[in-house]
């Protein structure tokens, strides 16, 4: 049961991160909330289904060309209803809010309210050390979750992109004045956002199908990494998704799956009356 349960929380913990790095990115350039930004990742789930399942395209060109499109759902998004918003965060906050209820009842309208599940990428279960199967879709996951995080930090801190946005992030004033444009840098910011709540969307939604309400679970939790692991902090979105993902793992094991998020916030509740900064933010001046 132990190790099981270190195993599930694992794989769950890496996409819960490469949901939540999503919102950090935003919050830490825009410092917009997103409040869709879970039906971005319900977006992508259903993208993945139609073309794989419904179309019959190859599994990997499904989820590529979803995860392409909620990028661009993303960019059309800023330009539209965030952009106007500059300068005042609580218009941008309930913006996306209503944005997330008009996707919920569109997604309800199309889709219809039945779970949606793409096919599985693989078959069968692998045996750990005689003790458990486990299922290889899963494991199949936990690498390309992995993979399109390493990816992203190699984006951000190795690249001329990443450091146009690392600079806009520290002091956007200072990056204007040097030639940086930064409502270019804002644009994709978000869509590489919503990208990232797409991939995490088309990674999980072969394991739990997806529905028009189920993105609110996904902001939630994704809300609540990026606030343990530190405001804007890349590496506490990572470690704080790790940490929910075990604790929910064996929080299901050893006590009730149905206290998943009372967990969530025990911890969170813990790591703040210690550190109000989050894991990995940094305290205030």
């Given at each position: 049961?132990?190790?099981?349960?270190?195993?599930?929380?694992?794989?769950?913990?890496?996409?819960?991160?490469?949901?939540?790095?999503?919102?950090?990115?935003?919050?830490?350039?825009?410092?917009?909330?997103?409040?869709?930004?879970?039906?971005?990742?319900?977006?992508?789930?259903?993208?993945?289904?139609?073309?794989?399942?419904?179309?019959?395209?190859?599994?990997?060109?499904?989820?590529?060309?979803?995860?392409?499109?909620?990028?661009?759902?993303?960019?059309?998004?800023?330009?539209?209803?965030?952009?106007?918003?500059?300068?005042?965060?609580?218009?941008?906050?309930?913006?996306?809010?209503?944005?997330?209820?008009?996707?919920?009842?569109?997604?309800?309208?199309?889709?219809?309210?039945?779970?949606?599940?793409?096919?599985?990428?693989?078959?069968?279960?692998?045996?750990?050390?005689?003790?458990?199967?486990?299922?290889?879709?899963?494991?199949?996951?936990?690498a390309a979750g992995a993979?399109?995080?390493?990816?992203?930090?190699?984006?951000?801190?190795?690249?001329?992109?990443?450091?146009?946005?690392?600079?806009?992030?520290?002091?956007?004033?200072?990056?204007?004045?040097?030639?940086?444009?930064?409502?270019?840098?804002?644009?994709?910011?978000?869509?590489?956002?919503c990208a990232l709540a797409g991939a995490a969307g088309?990674?999980?939604?072969?394991?739990?199908?997806?529905?028009?309400?189920?993105?609110?679970?996904?902001?939630?939790?994704?809300?609540?990494?990026?606030?343990?692991?530190?405001?804007?902090?890349?590496?506490?979105?990572?470690?704080?998704?790790?940490?929910?993902?075990?604790?929910?793992?064996?929080?299901?094991?050893?006590?009730?799956?149905?206290?998943?998020?009372?967990?969530?916030?025990?911890?969170?509740?813990?790591?703040?009356?210690?550190?109000?900064?989050?894991?990995?933010?940094?305290?205030?001046?």
């Open positions: 049961m132990f190790s099981l349960a270190v195993v599930n929380g694992l794989v769950m913990g890496t996409i819960y991160a490469l949901a939540a790095l999503g919102v950090s990115l935003v919050v830490g350039i825009m410092n917009v909330i997103n409040f869709a930004h879970g039906e971005f990742y319900i977006l992508a789930g259903y993208f993945s289904y139609l073309f794989a399942d419904a179309l019959g395209w190859p599994v990997a060109a499904a989820m590529v060309a979803a995860v392409a499109l909620v990028f661009a759902a993303g960019v059309l998004v800023e330009y539209l209803l965030i952009r106007p918003t500059y300068g005042n965060d609580m218009y941008s906050l309930i913006l996306t809010f209503i944005l997330s209820i008009v996707l919920q009842n569109a997604y309800l309208h199309i889709f219809g309210p039945y779970p949606k599940k793409p096919p599985n990428w693989v078959k069968g279960a692998t045996n750990f050390f005689d003790q458990f199967y486990y299922g290889n879709q899963r494991l199949v996951a936990l993979a399109v995080i390493g990816a992203l930090f190699v984006l951000i801190k190795t690249t001329w992109f990443g450091r146009v946005v690392r600079a806009t992030s520290q002091d956007r004033e200072m990056a204007e004045m040097n030639g940086v444009n930064t409502v270019g840098v804002n644009l994709v910011s978000f869509g590489l956002g088309v990674i999980l939604s072969p394991i739990f199908p997806v529905t028009p309400t189920a993105g609110v679970a996904v902001a939630l939790t994704s809300f609540v990494i990026v606030v343990l692991g530190g405001m804007g902090s890349l590496w506490g979105c990572v470690v704080g998704g790790l940490v929910i993902g075990l604790v929910e793992s064996f929080g299901a094991t050893y006590v009730s799956t149905g206290y998943k998020h009372l967990f969530d916030f025990v911890i969170l509740l813990g790591v703040l009356l210690v550190r109000p900064s989050g894991l990995f933010g940094k305290p205030a001046a």
